[in-house]
């Protein structure tokens, strides 16, 4: 027997199967999506995965300060609701956030320059990875407490709802998330009020190093819970962006239409280890393999060129996507290291330092 702690035969504790994905469904390509907003999508999903490739090669160089959590493979998600929201509706994240922070419109450069720690960076090199944070975009920040933001969104939407703006507040987490209490805090009040916020579940089927099924009572750790709060159960193959967005246009319109809150799962996968520390060896290969054949990009790709798209058009797309990264990345190595001063900075509301009784 092997004695290799990362080897899954000795971490395989009772779960069930290897859980692989579901075939893409042909009849998304006949959605009724139009093709501007396609190609939109498209270009997204590049930015993210160039992103962050980009960020892992520079973590690797040491320039990215303190670790990173990638969304390599998970694009489609932030993808396809980026697209669906409105410029004034917010997005809550995790610490996975970059591609949340991207896909609501925040420049590349200045969040490169923050994992870089730089003074030119999103908070000026003060959050870091972990806590991106753009209000001028609608992103009201990156969490790292597990289930912290859940509540917090609720907040924001119950504001949208005081003020009658038709604003909706969208919120992102974990599969792990779904055995926090404030997640089931969150989804009873939410209903209760009848707040304006989408709940999406991202299960990529790992809570950090723990498959999720290994620690959860049904198969679906977001989707089965949500009739125990009057809500619809919505499962969406999270590699697919029309099939997301189109979910995403419908919840974010049910809410916005005063009609309440839904809850989302997006099943997906990440290529990668839960952090730029977890080599992720836990994982049976088969399953890994089954989901790069998934890969949410050449996927999506191939659907344009069925739908009538030129290979050079997509080409096009790519190579002004790989140039906007490579100006990202001298943007961001350009800055400067933040004064030590930083520290003192925004501790108050009036963005002071000073002790006030």
């Known amino acids: 027997m092997s004695t290799d702690p990362y080897d899954p035969s000795v971490l395989d504790y009772g779960r069930r199967p290897a859980r692989l994905p579901n075939p893409a469904d042909p009849a998304n390509d006949q959605l009724d999506i139009a093709l501007d907003t396609r190609l939109a999508l498209y270009e997204s999903q590049l930015v993210l995965r160039q992103f962050e490739k980009r960020a892992y090669d520079m ?23 980026g697209a669906a929201m409105r410029s004034d509706d917010y997005s809550f994240a995790t610490y996975r956030g970059h591609a949340h922070t991207l896909a609501r419109g925040v420049p590349m450069g200045p969040v490169l320059a923050e994992l870089l720690a730089r003074e030119n960076g999103l908070m000026d090199g003060k959050g870091g990875s972990m806590h991106l944070t753009s209000v001028e975009h609608g992103m009201m920040g990156s969490y790292a407490i597990i289930g912290a933001h859940l509540p917090i969104a609720n907040g924001a939407a119950w504001s949208a709802q005081m003020r ?14 779904t055995n926090i209490g404030a997640f089931h805090e969150a ?5 209760v009020w009848n707040l304006p916020v989408v709940f999406v579940c991202e299960n990529n089927l790992y809570m950090e190093y723990t498959p999720i099924d290994l620690v959860t009572a049904v198969e679906n750790p977001a989707a089965d819970r949500a009739q125990a709060y009057g809500l619809e159960p919505i499962l ?35 290529d ?4 730029r520390a977890d080599p992720g060896k836990y994982r049976p290969a088969d399953e890994v393999a089954a989901w790069k054949e998934r890969d949410p990009i ?58 006030r009784n």
């Open 59 to 81: 973590f690797l160089q040491n320039l990215v300060k303190g670790t990173s959590h990638l969304s390599l493979g998970m694009e489609a998600v932030a993808a396809g609701f």
């Open 164 to 177: 009658g703006t038709g604003q909706v507040a969208v919120c992102f987490f974990g599969d792990g998330t």
């Open 298 to 355: 050449p996927l999506y790709h191939q659907r344009l060129l069925r739908l009538g798209v030129a290979e050079g058009d997509l080409a096009g797309i790519q190579q002004d996507v790989a140039r906007r990264v490579d100006e990202a990345t001298e943007f961001a190595k350009a800055g400067a290291r933040p004064d030590l001063d930083l520290v003192l900075k925004d501790v108050w509301a009036d963005g002071g330092a000073a002790w």
């Open 187 to 191: 989804l009873n009040l939410a209903a």
């Open 236 to 270: 969406v193959d999270g590699n697919d962006a029309d099939a997301v967005y189109a979910v995403a246009t419908r919840a974010i319109g049910r809410a916005r239409r005063g009609e309440g809150p839904s809850l989302v799962e997006a099943q997906t996968y990440r």
């Open 272 to 275: 990668q280890g839960h952090s």
